[in-house]
T-cell receptor
Framework: NAGVMQNPRHLVRRRGQEARLRCSPM?????VYWYRQLPEEGLKFMVY????????ESGMPKERFSAEFPKEGPSILRIQQVVRGDSAAYFC????????????FGQGTRLTVV | AQTVTQSQPEMSVQEAETVTLSCTYD???????LFWYKQPPSRQMILVIR??????QNATENRFSVNFQKAAKSFSLKISDSQLGDTAMYFC???????????????FGKGTKLSVIP
């Protein structure tokens, strides 16, 4: 039973390019969460999705960031026109439900904007 | 809004000894969940232990146990018989109960960097 799979592990983008981060949840999990970790900080919630629905995107920056979780395929976090401040580790987590049992995290994608 | 505070940025412990990491939180909720996550150098976030606020009994997972003091809003993690593989960042996290806005969000502290010394 594979865990939460994120790819790529490392992503380098030039300022102004687009970054696409992928997350495949654990088998049987239909709830996906994205978190961002800045250096020396804990993780900060960005968005919560279920299949084909965005449930809560209150932690997402209003511009340039979007997320989706299609019926088929992985969840995608998309960052358009990246800037240096977007450099961070982005973690995806999944759970079977939202009943507080804790989510299982992937290994993260470290985005570096140069 | 909930806040989680970890007041020890770094700690060290001798191998085989016991260490306690502190965590305090602030909330107006009566029921909630608390977690400790471990982040080793690989960056993987690993769930270590979980506590439900309505349960008085402290959670235990092998060498890991918590001291949950609800009135004091304190949730410390004790690691017994420390091993080299315990070297990692440890994050305390809070989750609101299922009902209500944002109930699925984990709110994390800034972490404690634990080094186990041979």
């Amino acid at each position: 039973n594979a865990g939460v799979m994120q790819n790529p592990r490392h992503l380098v983008r030039r300022r102004g390019q687009e970054a696409r981060l992928r997350c495949s949840p654990m088998k049987g999990h239909s709830h996906v969460y994205w978190y961002r970790q800045l250096p020396e900080e804990g993780l900060k919630f960005m968005v919560y999705l279920q299949k084909e629905n965005i449930i809560d995107e209150s932690g997402m920056p209003k511009e340039r960031f979007s997320a989706e979780f299609p019926k088929e395929g992985p969840s995608i976090l998309r960052i358009q026109q990246v800037v240096r401040g977007d450099s961070a580790a982005y973690f995806c987590a999944s759970s079977r439900d939202s009943e507080g049992r804790g989510a299982f995290f992937g290994q993260g994608t470290r985005l570096t904007v140069v | 809004a909930q806040t989680v505070t970890q007041s020890q940025p770094e700690m060290s412990v001798q191998e085989a000894e016991t260490v306690t990491l502190s965590c305090t939180y602030d909330t107006s909720e009566n029921n909630y969940y608390l977690f400790w996550y471990k982040q080793p150098p690989s960056r993987q976030m690993i769930l270590v232990i979980r506590q439900e606020a309505y349960k008085q009994q402290n959670a235990t997972e092998n060498r890991f146990s918590v001291n949950f003091q609800k009135a004091a809003k304190s949730f410390s993690l004790k690691i017994s018989d420390s091993q080299l593989g315990d070297t990692a960042m440890y994050f305390c996290a809070f989750m609101k109960p299922q009902s209500g806005a944002g109930s699925y969000q984990l709110t994390f502290g800034k972490g404690t960097k634990l080094s186990v010394i041979p």
